[in-house]
């Protein structure tokens, strides 16, 4: 089964600030989120086999504890949209074209400078590709992002006509999916 996790809080989520690709740490509420995370698994006898994350610091703390023990692979294909010059925008007064963006994100293409959420979905996509057929008899972490989250959850339901982009997607929320004679089913959201 494939486990695709949000990274638990960094300072400048709770600040309302566009992420993206900044590499800051998960702050204390991020890490006893993950650490919260990975316990409820265990409980529940998820043991990883595999873990991957985007190479981003906050990605790769929350793979480590919410997997202890377990080597974390990263994977450039997993980190989080390229916000390009919105990079650290308040999103309490984001400009007219991110309010745009964000109200329509199915209509309405990314900013200049910034991922096409199209670029999010491939790359993605290409990532769980490779990796479903060792999630079709292990445990498998995938530690990213919200929009890359998104992205995985859109590229596994290429029917939900867009649901996904407008979610909202907290810190260490968790996905699953099963794989299947070589197919990945439909994610659902575990909720610990």
């Excluded at 981003?56 to 023990?69: D, S």
């Excluded at 994100?105 to 060792?134: I, Y």
Aim: charged residues 25%.
């Amino acid at each position: 089964m494939i486990y695709v996790i949000r990274h638990g809080q960094t300072e400048l989520n709770s600040a309302h600030a566009l992420q993206g690709r900044s590499d800051h740490p998960l702050n204390a509420t991020g890490v006893e989120q993950a650490r919260e995370t990975g316990r409820r698994l265990a409980e529940r006898g998820v043991v990883f086999a595999h873990v991957w994350s985007s190479p981003l610091q906050r990605a790769v703390r929350t793979a480590e504890l919410v997997a202890p023990g377990v080597p974390v692979a990263t994977d450039e294909r997993l980190i989080e949209m390229d916000y390009g010059p919105y990079e650290g925008t308040d999103l309490r007064h984001p400009a007219p074209e991110i309010i745009t963006f964000f109200s329509d994100f199915v209509h309405n293409p990314a900013p200049e400078g910034m991922e096409q959420l199209a670029q999010v979905v491939s790359r993605t996509g290409q990532f769980v590709e490779e990796v479903k057929e060792l999630a079709e008899e292990e445990d498998v972490l995938v530690s990213t992002h919200a929009i890359a989250m998104k992205g995985i959850l859109e590229y596994l339901t290429p029917d939900s006509g867009g649901f996904y982009w407008s979610k909202n997607i907290g810190n260490c929320a968790v996905y699953t999916a099963d794989v299947c004679d070589g197919r990945i089913g439909v994610p659902r959201e575990l909720v610990l």
